[in-house]
């Protein structure tokens, strides 16, 4: 596929009289899309930033954005912000070959010629972007939906065909809180589940709901999805983030990372050298006995307390199990004693949990050293609309609390 050829599959009309750098910062579906095709049409490069950013995320944006403008159209004129493998914001550079095989890998995956999606989460991130564009892309329909009508039980009518939602943790929970909501996420052919781990409750109560979930892996970088489970292989009881999509491979180097190689792997981030090759996330996993991808956390997640290495998403894990937190983070705080303490932190204005009972149930299911600490209401919960949730702002909030 070529440039033009997907600006005209994306409705963009006209072309400019020469190639023009252009930001895409559009909170609205509409204006978006039509936005991002004039875009493409422009022939330069392309920026897509956040509407919600504040003064830093936008100074940091403007500063990449600034030294990228005079990069080659081959080196990916689309730039799509990322929080990267090492921490601090990028921009990864994609092209309509990238986005052209993560759609068609996603298509071919879940054995289907169309995809339709039902669009809730923002276009300026890259799994609502990806949403749309395999609709478009496959001749399907894209139906943007709000958030907020969801969360509420408004859902939208579904004509006939292969229909698909893409959701965040955080959203599948608060949707199987309403008595309504199972029969509504059937309909769908598959729910993809990303932006984030799940917990094993969450995931169990699915399950026993019969929804059609689809947990899998991706990121900025890959172009959203690269391995994902198939709604059938899910209720049949297999977990994980499933085998990867026919566009990528998926491994594990020596050092437990998971490596990423394909046709959908962004070409680099702007103002570094061109990616080729294989890529090394910052995640840690493992393929399973039926080649399926496992995610065991982040690398640069560890926390270190009286010399024990803790997985602060195994913690996390736990403590979801209990019930007692509608959102919970595990992070390491200084301590004078452990080098790091297990701090765990919930969203204050709900209802309490019951510490003791969540004490109770990490006796029987974690060691002693990887139990919490401490624990702590946060007023301002870090957590975006995406479902990615800032340790590191959670970490400053409370490097002073004792």
Known sequence: MERAELARIIGARGRAAAPCAAIIE????????????????????VFVADPSWGAV????????AEAGTGLRESAGWLRLPTG??????????????????????????FGVPRMNAVGVLPLHHVSGLMAWLRCALT??????????????GRWPELPQGDWFL??????????????????????????F??????????LDRAAAARLPLAPGYGMTETAAMVASLRPEEFLAGR??????????????????????????LFRGYAGAELQSGAWTTGDLGLIDGEG????????????????????????ESALRSSGQFDDVAVIGLPDPDWGQAVVACFPAGGAAPDLAAVEAGLSASLAAHKRPKRYHAVAEWPRNEQGKLSRAALAARLGTAR
Not at 35 to 42: E, I, K, L, N, Q
Not at 84 to 109: F, Q
Not at 298 to 309: A, C, L, P, T, V
């Open 193 to 202: 589940l990303g932006g984030g781990p799940a917990w094993p409750y969450l």
């Open 166 to 191: 893409s959701l965040v943790p955080t959203q599948l929970q608060r949707l199987l809180d309403q008595p309504a909501a199972a029969e509504q996420l059937r309909r769908f052919r598959a729910v």
């Open 26 to 45: 559009e909170r609205d579906p509409a204006r978006f899309q039509e936005a991002f095709g004039a875009a493409v049409a422009s022939g330069g490069a």
């Open 57 to 64: 995320e936008r100074e940091a944006f403007s500063r990449l």
């Open 239 to 264: 977990r994980g983030c499933g085998l990867p999509l026919p566009h990528a491979r998926v491994t594990i180097d020596s050092d437990g990372a998971i490596v990423v190689e394909g046709e959908s």
């Open 292 to 315: 399926g991808l496992r995610v065991l956390g982040r690398r640069d997640g560890i926390i270190i307390s009286g010399g024990e290495k803790i997985d602060p998403v195994e913690v």
């Open 84 to 109: 990267g493998s090492g921490g601090g914001m990028k921009l990864a550079r994609h092209d309509e070959r990238t986005l052209a095989a993560a759609v068609a890998g996603a298509a071919a995956h």
């Open 139 to 152: 001749g399907g329909r894209y139906r943007p939906w709000s958030w907020a009508d969801l969360a509420v």
